[in-house]
């Protein structure tokens, strides 16, 4: 039997192969490992109460510092700007300045014809002498009156003596009655001669009176037209008023022609710039003068300007506009008003200010009024 089958497992070879057990891992080794996973005790307790604490923290200082300042973004650059217009009229002969350009006090803008206002002084000096000439005359008419005054006194004293010898004729009776009346006619023809003479010579002495200068009135009158024709001559010359910036100088255009009293250039003062911030009246009750500030603008991010409150505005902005709010009906809603507070530059700015900039204005109120 055994010999038959050869091949046939035995009983104990079927069974299956036990697998090798793994060497069992130490403790030891494990600890370490589950140590390195688990985070120590001391960093959860600092996140539990330290996270919490540096909230609390915070919320205390902004809770202490937010009442201590105000701000607003209504804010704006001014500048003192001043319009130059020609005083006198003419064609434009000469632009001195362009767009943008700086530009000192009394320095030339531009200028317009000066033809016609140089003729205007020259006619104004011939009326001086034309006024000098009329002075002679009226001398050599006051002499010709004193010598007339002198004749007709002696006419006066000879008539009266002919009438005192026709009188004394008369009463003895050598004489007629018509000499006597011719002689009596003269008299009164040679006062009257004599007055007129003396009232031309008032006359002549009244036209050659001087004022308190002790100039004829005619010369110092043609001296003052004279005078008059300078100035406008000298108008013809624009020149800046104080040193800014130029701007809106479009109209200046050779071969135009200026209209006196039109704005012709605008001058911007950009040397001293301020701002205009435009808070809100429940902003004001711990604002006042004196206190710092300090502005933002939009046209520069990261630049902060140190100032202060130079002064807080005397009406809000609704009672200097052109149609004044009226809320003396009972139908109205209660909104809330901007006052205009002025706060000046405590140091120039590292970059151009231009005026019109949008700007942030936080005033420090922590420190109250003094």
């Not at 002919?162 to 018509?178: E, H, I, P, S």
């Not at 001559?233 to 109209?251: C, F, I, K, Q, Y």
């Not at 006196?260 to 808070?279: K, R, Y």
């Not at 500030?293 to 202060?308: I, K, N, Q, S, T």
């Amino acid at each position: 039997m055994d010999q038959l089958s050869p091949s046939r497992p035995k009983a104990e070879d079927a069974r299956p192969t036990a697998l090798p057990k793994a060497d069992p891992v130490p403790a030891a080794a494990e600890a370490p490992e589950a140590e390195d996973r688990a985070p120590p005790s001391w960093r959860i307790r600092a996140l539990m109460f330290g996270v919490p604490l540096l909230l609390a923290i915070a919320g205390g200082v902004y809770w202490l510092t937010s009442g201590g300042s105000v701000s607003t973004d209504n804010a704006y650059v001014q500048m003192d700007k001043v319009s130059v217009a020609a005083e006198v009229g003419g064609l434009i002969t000469e632009v001195a300045v362009r767009e943008g350009q700086e530009v000192q006090k009394d320095q030339l803008l531009f200028r317009i014809d000066g033809h016609p206002y140089a003729l205007t002084v020259a006619q104004a000096s011939a009326a001086i002498d034309a006024a000098k000439v009329d002075v002679g005359n009226l001398s050599a008419s006051l002499a010709s009156t004193s010598v007339d005054i002198r004749a007709a006194q002696e006419a006066v004293g000879f008539a009266e003596s002919n009438f005192a010898r026709q009188a004394a004729l008369m009463d003895k009776g050598f004489t007629t009655k018509a000499a006597y009346d011719a002689s009596k006619h003269a008299v009164e023809q040679a006062r009257a001669s004599l007055g007129q003479a003396r009232a031309d010579a008032a006359e002549a002495r009244a036209k050659l009176a001087t004022g308190a200068g002790g100039v004829n009135p005619q010369v110092e009158a043609a001296k003052v037209q004279r005078a008059q024709a300078e100035v406008n001559l000298g108008r013809t010359e624009v020149r800046a008023p104080s040193a800014g910036r130029v701007a809106e100088s479009n109209r200046l255009q050779l071969g135009q022609m200026m209209v006196a009293g039109l704005p012709a250039v605008t001058l911007v003062d950009t040397a001293h710039p301020w701002v205009d911030a435009n808070f809100k009246e429940t902003d004001l009750a711990h604002m006042c003068a004196g206190q710092r500030a300090e502005m933002r603008f939009d046209a520069y991010p990261g630049l902060v300007v140190r100032g202060h409150v130079q002064t807080i505005g005397a009406g809000t902005g609704s009672e200097f506009s052109v149609l004044p709010a009226q809320n003396a009906t009972g139908n109205w809603v209660k909104v809330t008003q901007r006052v205009p507070v002025r706060i000046a530059f405590d140091e120039v700015a590292n970059r151009p200010m231009i005026a019109g900039l949008s700007t942030e204005v936080k005033v420090i109120t922590s420190g109250g009024c003094k």
